[in-house]
């Protein structure tokens, strides 16, 4: 199991992983709560989202399955817990504080309409340079191929000083059988690079 490294990601600062399956689900229900980070306590209890407030930009986002992959002399773990949960067929992205912002509140969760009206606003703005959704979804919003069950995210974050100053990040995903719910980390990791 591999999932695609990211690199140069804007974040608007908060890294934000996402199910966007679960968060359609939700938002036609829920109204979106602006109170950054408690209006996302349940959220993340319920293992729809993992975020970290971070710099606008992050150099890299990586992610392993397996402990042993890890260098401690390269990367430093960054104590919390929490976990996504998730089912087959759910998508799984990351994305932009802005864009979930956007994507929950004024379309009630739904990515592709949050998507068809950012290619609308950006071909509007930039009609010289119009933009195709396979290559916003490759930049803007990429896949994480992530496997059903319910996961644990470890964050590491980079010992190493890199050019731009940005955040670099490694998520280790730990399967688990059971989450506890006492335990979840309702405020999230703070890491500028």
């Keep these: 199991m591999k999932i695609e490294t990211i690199e140069g990601f804007t974040t608007e600062g908060v890294l934000i992983i996402a199910n966007i399956t679960k968060c359609k689900e939700y938002y036609n229900n829920n109204e979106f709560n602006y109170n950054y980070p408690n209006g996302l ?26 402990k042993e992959d890890i260098d401690l002399d390269t990367w430093k773990h960054q104590e919390s817990y929490n976990y996504l949960n998730v089912e087959i067929e759910d998508e799984i992205r990351a994305i932009s504080h802005a864009s979930f912002t956007q994507m929950c509140d004024n379309h009630k969760g739904d990515f592709e309409a949050q998507i068809n009206n950012s290619i609308n606003i950006r071909n509007i703005l930039n009609p010289n340079k119009p933009i195709d959704k396979e290559k916003m979804l490759e930049y803007d919003f990429p896949l994480l191929a992530i496997p059903s069950g319910y996961w644990k995210v470890n964050v590491y974050t980079s010992t190493e000083e890199n050019v731009s100053n940005c955040a670099e990040f490694l998520f280790h995903l730990e399967k688990m059988d059971i989450v506890d719910i006492d335990k979840i980390t309702l405020q999230p990791i703070e890491y500028y690079g």
Excluded at 50 to 61: M, P, R, S
């Design 41 to 66: 306590a349940e959220l993340l209890t319920k293992g729809i989202i993992h975020i970290i407030t971070t710099d606008e930009d992050v150099e890299l986002v990586d992610f392993t399955f397996d």
